[in-house]
Structure formats: structure tokens, C-alpha cells
């Protein structure tokens, strides 16, 4: 099984910044797309940004240009660097990561997993 653990979330005023910390553990051969959604009260969970293993990087409208989100491929983490926060930006963030690992008695198969989440919350 493998576990993602957040890490980052807090209070921060509009302007300020915030960086988001993940990080994969359990038997992992290889982790593909890393990503960070977020849900504000009374809404659905939305996409924030995704990155491949190779690099490549998506992003919603609405944080372009505020938002960056990395990796580090040898310690399975995935970062969120977060400028000119917005009071709308307030939610929790959740990490997410698929890719291949091991089951016992199975061998590789695929996962989708999820952490538990961490709360930005952003003052006017």
C-alpha cells in the first residue's frame, strides 16, 4: 500500500505564500503523474496541478501564474510553491499520485492513492 503524507497547509494573509510538501512511501516501483487538488467548503474537489514524471506540467486556470508545482523523483515528493494567495484559494489541498507497486502474493500492480489532505486557509 502506498501512503502519501501532506504537509505545508496554514493561515496566510492575501499576498502572502505557502509551500506544499507530499511524500510517497510504501514498496513503489515507479510513481507516474503527481498532482494536488483542493476543495473548499460546499464545492467539489478540483484539479490545482499535475506533473508527469517526466517533468511536464498542468495547470488550472485560476492558479497559472501563482502556483508551481516540482517534484523530486528520488524521494517520491511532490511540492506546491503557492504566491499571491487569494482568499479564494482557501480549502484543503490533497496530494495524489499513481503509478506501480507491489502486492504480496500478486506482484506489480497499478495505484491511485491520496493523502489526507491539508488545510490552506488564506485572510483578507
Known amino acids: 500500500q502506498v501512503q502519501l503524507v501532506e504537509s505545508g497547509g496554514g493561515l496566510v494573509q492575501a499576498g502572502g505564500s505557502l509551500r506544499l510538501s507530499c511524500t510517497a512511501s510504501?514498496?513503489?516501483?515507479?510513481?507516474?503523474?503527481m498532482g494536488w487538488y483542493r476543495q473548499a467548503p460546499g464545492k467539489q474537489r478540483e484539479l490545482v496541478a499535475t506533473?508527469?514524471?517526466?517533468?511536464?506540467?498542468n495547470y488550472a486556470d485560476s492558479v497559472k501564474g501563482r502556483f508551481t508545482i516540482s517534484r523530486e523523483n528520488a524521494k517520491n515528493t511532490v511540492y506546491l510553491q503557492m504566491n499571491s494567495l487569494r482568499p479564494e484559494d482557501t480549502a484543503v489541498y490533497y496530494c495524489?499520485?499513481?503509478?506501480?507497486?507491489?502486492?504480496?502474493?500478486?506482484?506489480?500492480?497499478?495505484?491511485?492513492?491520496w493523502g489526507q489532505g491539508t488545510q490552506v486557509t488564506v485572510s483578507s
Open positions: 495524489n499520485a499513481g503509478g506501480v507497486t507491489q502486492r504480496i502474493g500478486v506482484g506489480p500492480v497499478s495505484f491511485d492513492s
Open positions: 510504501g514498496i513503489i516501483f515507479s510513481i507516474n503523474a
Open positions: 506533473i508527469t514524471s517526466g517533468g511536464s506540467t
